[in-house]
């Protein structure tokens, strides 16, 4: 089932960005804006890569004002933005695999919502058929790379 949800997904966009703490916050502005509801934003990347430094800007470019913290205790955390709900989900201490994510409730907080996922690997590969495929990695002394693919 994996292979067949592989060969019909598409990548339809591909951003290549590069970045440190004095551009991030025009990297938020550019994610922000290819974000919307129901296309969930899955971003990958090694512990201390910046996701959850990055979402705050996205959280922040989407006219959030309130302070944005991890999830990383709480789960999931949600933010009114100027327009939709934003779910900002951190799986890293999810440990009970599939069953325990299904109990989340992920697909529904989807509907209507804009989410930011990180940890994306705990889930079941074909939970988002639709996504945004965000991977972030260190290249050096404080330079990121943040390449984004929309799969639909």
Same mark, same amino acid.
């Given at each position: 089932?994996?292979?067949?949800?592989?060969?019909?997904?598409?990548?339809?966009?591909?951003?290549?960005?590069?970045?440190?703490?004095?551009?991030?916050?025009?990297?938020?502005?550019? &994610?922000?804006?290819?974000?919307? %509801?129901?296309? %969930?934003? *899955? *971003?990958?990347?090694?512990?201390?890569?910046?996701?959850?430094? *990055?979402?705050?800007?996205?959280?922040?470019?989407?006219?959030?004002?309130?302070?944005?913290? +991890? %999830?990383?205790?709480?789960?999931?955390? +949600?933010?009114?933005?100027?327009?939709?709900?934003?779910?900002?989900?951190?799986?890293?201490? @999810?440990? !009970?695999? &599939?069953?325990?994510? !299904?109990?989340?409730?992920?697909?529904?907080?989807?509907?209507?919502? #804009?989410?930011? #996922?990180?940890? %994306?690997?705990?889930?079941? +590969?074909?939970?988002?058929?639709?996504?945004?495929?965000?991977? @972030?990695? &260190?290249?050096?002394?404080?330079?990121?790379? @943040? &390449? @984004?693919?929309?799969?639909?």
């Amino acid at each position: 089932m994996a292979q067949y949800f592989l060969k019909f997904a598409k990548c339809v966009c591909m951003k290549d960005i590069y970045f440190n703490l004095t551009t991030i916050g025009d990297v938020g502005k550019q &994610v922000a804006s290819l974000l919307r %509801p129901d296309l %969930p934003l *899955l *971003l990958y990347g090694q512990m201390g890569a910046g996701k959850t430094t *990055l979402t705050k800007y996205i959280i922040a470019a989407l006219g959030c004002e309130e302070t944005v913290t +991890s %999830p990383t205790f709480t789960i999931m955390q +949600s933010y009114q933005t100027t327009k939709h709900t934003l779910w900002h989900v951190d799986l890293y201490r @999810l440990e !009970g695999g &599939v069953q325990q994510i !299904g109990e989340l409730g992920l697909n529904e907080l989807n509907i209507g919502n #804009i989410m930011i #996922i990180e940890w %994306p690997e705990r889930l079941d +590969s074909r939970m988002f058929s639709k996504h945004i495929k965000g991977d @972030l990695s &260190v290249e050096g002394n404080e330079v990121r790379h @943040l &390449v @984004l693919e929309i799969i639909e």
